[in-house]
Structure formats: structure tokens, C-alpha cells
């Protein structure tokens, strides 16, 4: 499977943005999807992932109540879409797919196929 990560920009503090990630060479519906984002002089963080079954979602405690993960099966594409954003959301977001076997599903090293990034700059 291969991912393809769009939607980043510039926009101002406040505004929104909706992050897609499409899959091609394999239905997306049975694994774990998530966004991590990688901030400049940062590690890689957790951000948000939807479960396979049920589609239940689980987000870091800092975009909580601003930020939701989607999927959609039909377009086999999983959507972030980022409200009331802050500068300090500012960084490279990256979608990635599950492997076979998940804990926590907030850890980089559970994902074994990522998306190339896209850049979302929020300026106050």
C-alpha cells in the first residue's frame, strides 16, 4: 500500500484545514490509520487514529475537541480535519497505516507504512 498526504498550508491561528491521505494498492478498512506531526527540532507525535472496526478515534490530549479523523471507505482515504488552529500546531503531518498488531496505536514504531508528509504552517 502506498500513502499520499495533502491538504497542508499556510493559514492564520483560528482558521481550519482538512488533511486527506489517500491509499492505493490496498483497501485501508482493515488497519489502524493515523496522523502523527513532526514539528522543526521535534520528535515525531501522535496526533489522532481511527480504528479498523467500529471507526472508534483516539487524539492526543493537546488536539482534543479541535481536530477529528474520518475515514472514508468508499474513497479509501482518511481525512484529519484541524479546526480552531494554533501556531503550535504548526509542523509536518504525517499519515500512516497500522501493522498487524497494535498496543497503544500512539507510538510511531506500530505503523509500518507512512505517507511522504504535508506541511500545515498556522501563523498568530
Known amino acids: 500500500v502506498q500513502l499520499q498526504a495533502s491538504g497542508g498550508g499556510v493559514v492564520q491561528a483560528g482558521d481550519s484545514l482538512r488533511l486527506s491521505c489517500a491509499a492505493s494498492?490496498?483497501?485501508?478498512?482493515?488497519?489502524?490509520v493515523a496522523w502523527f506531526r513532526q514539528a522543526p527540532g521535534e520528535e515525531r507525535e501522535f496526533v489522532a487514529a481511527?480504528?479498523?472496526?467500529?471507526?472508534?478515534?483516539y487524539y492526543a490530549d493537546s488536539v482534543k475537541g479541535r481536530f477529528t479523523i474520518s475515514r472514508d471507505a468508499a474513497e479509501n482515504t482518511v481525512y484529519l480535519q484541524m479546526n480552531s488552529l494554533k501556531p503550535e500546531d504548526t509542523a509536518v503531518y504525517y499519515c500512516?497505516?497500522?501493522?498487524?498488531?497494535?498496543?497503544?496505536?500512539?507510538?510511531?514504531?506500530?505503523?509500518?507504512?507512512w505517507g511522504q508528509g504535508t506541511l500545515v504552517t498556522v501563523s498568530s
Open positions: 500512516a497505516k497500522g501493522g498487524d498488531f497494535m498496543g497503544t496505536m500512539t507510538g510511531a514504531y506500530e505503523y509500518d507504512t
Open positions: 494498492g490496498r483497501n485501508l478498512r482493515s488497519y489502524v
Open positions: 481511527v480504528r479498523r472496526s467500529q471507526g472508534h478515534t
